[in-house]
Each structure stands twice: as C-alpha cells, then as structure tokens.
C-alpha cells in the first residue's frame, strides 16, 4: 500500500448526467462557511472555509509604513501579505512567498482598496495576513471575500465589503467556483471581485479560452453567485454582533441571579 497521496486531476471531470466530480451542478457553489472575530490579536480578522479551502484573514493597523520609502504622505497604503503554509497543497510548498503569493498579494491590494478611505491614514499602513490553511483552488477569491470581512470586523471605514468567486470552463460546459481540479485540467478559470458601493469588477483576471459569449455568460453566473456570497458575508458580521448581545444578556442574567441569592 502507498502512502503516497496523488496529487492528479481525474480525467473526466463532468459525467453525462453534467455532476462534478465532487457531485455538484454546473452552477453549484461548493459549501462555504464564515466566521467573524477570531484572531485575538488582530485589529479585526475572519476565517472561511471554502470547499476544501481554509483561510484565516488578519488586519493590522493603521500603523507605519516599513520599508519607509513605502509610505505615501497624502494618503495610507494597503498591503496585503497572501501566504500559503507549506502543507496546505499536497505537494509541500516552499516557505519562502513565491512569484504567485506576491502576485496574489498584489490583486488583492488593487481589489480591496476601492471600498477603503485611504486618504484618512496618510504615512500609513493598513497591514492585511492571509494565511492558507489548506488550499484547493479559488484561493484568490476566498482570500478577497474573507479579507473584506477582517476589514470589516477592524472597524475600518468601508464604503461596502468586495466578495469574489471564480467562473470557469471544464470538459466544454460552463462552471461557477472552480476546484482544485478543475482548475489544473479545466479549460478556462476566471476569477471576478465586485465592489458592492459602485458594482464595479475590482478583479478580472484570465486563465484559458473560451469564445466571447460564453465570457459573457460565465459573468452573469458569477454575478448571481456573488449575491449569494455577499449575503452570507453580511450574515457572518451579523451573527458575531448577536453572539455578542447574547453574551452581555447572559452576563447580566447570572449577575441578578448572583444578586438575587444574596439577598436572600
Ligand atoms: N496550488 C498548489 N500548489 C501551489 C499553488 C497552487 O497545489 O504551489 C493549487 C491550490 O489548490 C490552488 C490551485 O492550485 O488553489 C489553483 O491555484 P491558482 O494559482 O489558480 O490560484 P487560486 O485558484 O487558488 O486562486
């Protein structure tokens, strides 16, 4: 028996009945789960899990700029720091940010800063650590969607959150959410972040080929599922506020019932 775990696309992606191979619809998003608040020592931070994708987000700041020469004097900076841990893909990845991570980093920088007021932080830095617990394609877009949550959740002034998800091609049909598989042996892989305040694409980017109507109809997909992905978003900010109204309710309750005994 090898203990060896295979890291290849299967051939078939989509059967005849159109189901993935981890049996969703062509439009189906995989399962996603959110969550608010979670890094202790952040300003503000999230974690999702995305399909087999797992990523925590943390904001820092505003704080100085390092290197200095960064810092603009008119208005603060974004930098994002998009890292992957080294047992996050089935091939161990080197620790050092690679040419993708900076890439990453980079898109996100340019995808998230609309929805900011940078100009209320000059000379200085709003600092944005993603780490990748576990990868399994469309990390770009997980990063981005959970990245606007950290935001969010620093308190950080935002002119509304950016959500993301990737559209693609596999086997000749349309599909929405790529995996990690359809990704590597699919036929096109488009990534789209909107930016909910002026409905703008802050994200496009293209991996692929796929004729001029079927562009255009993967963006309408990706549009509709963006929706849903916002919603979850503003679900997840909400519940950590009702967690928080419920503790203080609790906190209160005990504190009469402590009270109450004592005046007995
Ligand atoms: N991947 C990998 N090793 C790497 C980089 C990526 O196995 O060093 C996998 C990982 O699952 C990732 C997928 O390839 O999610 C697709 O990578 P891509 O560069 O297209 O970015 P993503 O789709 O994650 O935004």
């Avoid at 090898?2 to 059967?15: F, G, Q, R, V, Y």
Wanted: some cysteine; charged content about 30%.
């Amino acid at each position: 028996m090898s203990l060896l775990i295979k890291d290849e696309a299967p051939e078939k992606l989509i059967d005849e009945n159109g189901k993935r191979v981890d049996g969703r619809g062509l439009k189906d998003l995989r399962p996603i789960k959110m969550e608010v608040g979670i890094v202790p020592n952040a300003a503000g931070s999230a974690y999702i899990e995305w399909g087999g994708n797992k990523i925590y987000a943390a904001v820092y700041g505003p704080r100085e700029v390092h290197p200095h020469h960064m810092a603009r004097p008119d208005r603060g900076i974004l930098r994002v720091f998009y890292r992957m841990a080294t047992f996050s893909v089935h091939e161990r990845k080197r620790a050092a940010p690679g040419r993708r991570e900076k890439e990453i980093s980079m898109v996100m920088e340019n995808s998230l800063s609309p929805v900011l007021f940078l100009e209320l932080y000059p000379d200085s830095a709003l600092e944005l650590f993603v780490e990748i617990i576990a990868a399994d394609g469309g990390t770009r877009c997980a990063s981005i969607t959970v990245a606007a949550l950290a935001l969010a959740d620093a308190g950080i002034p935002m002119r509304s959150l950016v959500t993301a998800v990737a559209g693609g091609k596999a086997d000749g049909k349309l599909i929405l959410d790529c995996s990690g598989d359809e990704d590597k042996a699919g036929e096109a892989d488009l990534p789209v972040a909107i930016t909910w305040f002026n409905n703008e694409i802050s994200l496009l980017q293209f991996d692929g080929i796929m004729s001029l109507e079927e562009f255009e109809e993967t963006i309408e997909s990706v549009k509709e599922s963006l929706e849903k992905i916002h919603e979850m978003q503003q679900e997840a900010l909400k519940r950590k506020y009702i967690d928080i109204r419920n503790d203080i309710k609790e906190n209160e309750s005990e504190h009469q019932h402590e009270g109450g005994d004592q005046e007995i």
